[in-house]
């Protein structure tokens, strides 16, 4: 059998840039034992399976695997899974097309923006609101990321928060900080042994481009992903988690993060947060993305 798939480049409209994304379309016909398999074939952050819905009214089931495994939610294949098929005529689409894709996390709406009858920006909302754990300390921390201790930002709190799949947000004070992080994998994992987040976003607000918020890069090696140029549930959390810190009682927060440029691989991502009285009622990440190529995998 040979099975169809797409690949995207997500978060970036310059193709090689942004974070790389499998597609196959036609999931449901893969048998259930290949899958796991065939995301470390690509060996790409994710891949994604898409399945009919179990609910009529919605669009798709996806399935989500990075080379290590199952994912119940991320953001990147949410958006480049949504751009995929709305490119390839799978999802038709006008100026603006709301979209339901079934995920382990729940029902996540998509929102797919077209110029010139393409996909053009996508804009996933969060199924699931923040939840809050507790961290390691930073001295810890700093250990497993090769830094000093003085390099941590102490302005901002160290946290563990998930919208579905949990992160460590942790601080810095520069770019350079930034770029000098080399991550122990042993001390992480004995670090991170008994934390809920085995995930690590370091983040800065000394963004290079001046109208950006902040510079980011994260680290997943005990799930098979080394550091990921864009990670879209990672800044979903990130926006539930600077909402917590902004003094606003009733708005929407918007902010900006430059990601995967120490990769080579720049990604802009766009998180925005709604508050009422005091509380996160809301939580939606966007990007572009650009069709890299498609062919066909014979099993």
Request: hydrophobic fraction near 40%.
């Given at each position: 059998m040979k099975y169809p798939y797409y690949t995207c480049d997500v978060f970036t409209d310059t193709r090689f840039g942004g974070n790389q994304l499998a597609v196959f379309p036609a999931g449901a016909s893969i048998p259930e034992e290949l899958l796991q398999t065939i995301a470390k074939e690509f060996n790409f952050s994710e891949t994604t399976f898409v399945y009919p819905p179990n609910d009529p009214k919605n669009t798709?089931?996806?399935?989500?695997?990075?080379?290590?495994?199952?994912?119940?939610?991320?953001?990147h294949p949410t958006i480049g899974t949504a751009f995929v098929l709305a490119a390839i005529g799978a999802i038709p689409i006008q100026h603006e097309t709301n979209i339901l894709f079934e995920e382990g996390v729940g029902n996540v709406p998509v929102k797919i923006l077209s110029q010139n009858g393409a996909p053009h920006f996508m804009e996933l909302s969060a199924a699931q609101m923040?939840?809050?754990s507790a961290a390691p300390s930073g001295s810890d921390i700093a250990k497993f990321l090769s830094l000093p201790?003085?390099?941590?930002?102490?302005?901002y709190p160290i946290q563990s928060v998930s919208c579905g799949v949990p992160f460590l947000f942790v601080a810095v004070k520069s770019r350079g900080s930034l770029k000098r992080i080399r991550i122990n994998t042993e001390l992480m994992n004995q670090t991170l042994r008994t934390s809920s987040a085995k995930d690590v976003f370091v983040f800065t607000t000394d963004a290079e481009q001046a109208d950006f918020d902040f510079r980011a890069r994260m680290f997943a090696p005990l799930l098979g992903i080394p550091e990921d140029p864009a990670t879209g549930s990672a800044a979903a959390s990130f926006a539930g988690y600077l909402a917590t810190l902004d003094s606003v009682q009733n708005g929407t927060l918007k902010r900006k993060i430059e990601q995967g440029f120490e990769m080579g691989r720049p990604s802009l991502l766009y998180i925005e947060a709604d508050k009422k009285d005091g509380k996160t009622t809301a939580i939606r990440v966007g990007g572009s993305a650009v069709m890299v190529c498609k062919g066909e995998m014979e099993i």
């Amino acid at each position: 059998m040979k099975y169809p798939y797409y690949t995207c480049d997500v978060f970036t409209d310059t193709r090689f840039g942004g974070n790389q994304l499998a597609v196959f379309p036609a999931g449901a016909s893969i048998p259930e034992e290949l899958l796991q398999t065939i995301a470390k074939e690509f060996n790409f952050s994710e891949t994604t399976f898409v399945y009919p819905p179990n609910d009529p009214k919605n669009t798709n089931r996806l399935r989500i695997f990075t080379p290590g495994g199952e994912l119940p939610f991320a953001g990147h294949p949410t958006i480049g899974t949504a751009f995929v098929l709305a490119a390839i005529g799978a999802i038709p689409i006008q100026h603006e097309t709301n979209i339901l894709f079934e995920e382990g996390v729940g029902n996540v709406p998509v929102k797919i923006l077209s110029q010139n009858g393409a996909p053009h920006f996508m804009e996933l909302s969060a199924a699931q609101m923040p939840e809050f754990s507790a961290a390691p300390s930073g001295s810890d921390i700093a250990k497993f990321l090769s830094l000093p201790e003085n390099d941590l930002d102490e302005t901002y709190p160290i946290q563990s928060v998930s919208c579905g799949v949990p992160f460590l947000f942790v601080a810095v004070k520069s770019r350079g900080s930034l770029k000098r992080i080399r991550i122990n994998t042993e001390l992480m994992n004995q670090t991170l042994r008994t934390s809920s987040a085995k995930d690590v976003f370091v983040f800065t607000t000394d963004a290079e481009q001046a109208d950006f918020d902040f510079r980011a890069r994260m680290f997943a090696p005990l799930l098979g992903i080394p550091e990921d140029p864009a990670t879209g549930s990672a800044a979903a959390s990130f926006a539930g988690y600077l909402a917590t810190l902004d003094s606003v009682q009733n708005g929407t927060l918007k902010r900006k993060i430059e990601q995967g440029f120490e990769m080579g691989r720049p990604s802009l991502l766009y998180i925005e947060a709604d508050k009422k009285d005091g509380k996160t009622t809301a939580i939606r990440v966007g990007g572009s993305a650009v069709m890299v190529c498609k062919g066909e995998m014979e099993i």
